[in-house]
Nanobody
Framework: VQLVESGGGSVQTGGSLRLSCVVS????????MGWFRQAPSKAREGVAA????????RYADSVKGRFTISRDKALSIVYLQMDSLKPDDTAMYFC?????????????????WGQGTQVTVS
């Protein structure tokens, strides 16, 4: 499974960004997908996860009500719409995938990772 993120950038507080993750590989449409982030000198944090059907979604408390994860199965793309951004959201954001529900569904980790895209909020 290969994951390629895009959509990061710099934005002012209160602004929005939409991250995209193009997924390719064997049976990737059956994978749980998610987003993680890591700020300098901080531990990696699970942000959001979505089931293969899109019917089950989980968010970190820190982003609930501001971020929305979705997936376009036909195009094999996973999105993270980020609204009302805050400086604390500044981090490298990574797309993640796993053929098993856990630990990704609980935002605990994943077997496959993208290279990351930087988000900076000032």
């Amino acid at each position: 499974v290969q994951l390629v993120e895009s959509g990061g950038g710099s934005v002012q507080t209160g602004g929005s960004l939409r991250l995209s993750c193009v997924v390719s590989g064997y049976q990737q449409r059956s994978y749980v997908m998610g987003w993680f982030r890591q700020a300098p000198s901080k531990a990696r944090e699970g942000v959001a996860a979505i089931s293969p059907s899109g019917g089950t979604i989980r968010y970190a408390d820190s982003v609930k009500g501001r971020f929305t994860i979705s997936r376009d199965k036909a195009l094999s793309i996973v999105y993270l719409q980020m609204d009302s951004l805050k400086p604390d959201d500044t981090a490298m954001y990574f797309c993640a995938a796993d053929p098993l529900a856990e630990p990704l569904a609980s935002l605990g980790g994943a077997n496959y990772w993208g290279q990351g895209t930087q988000v900076t909020v000032s």
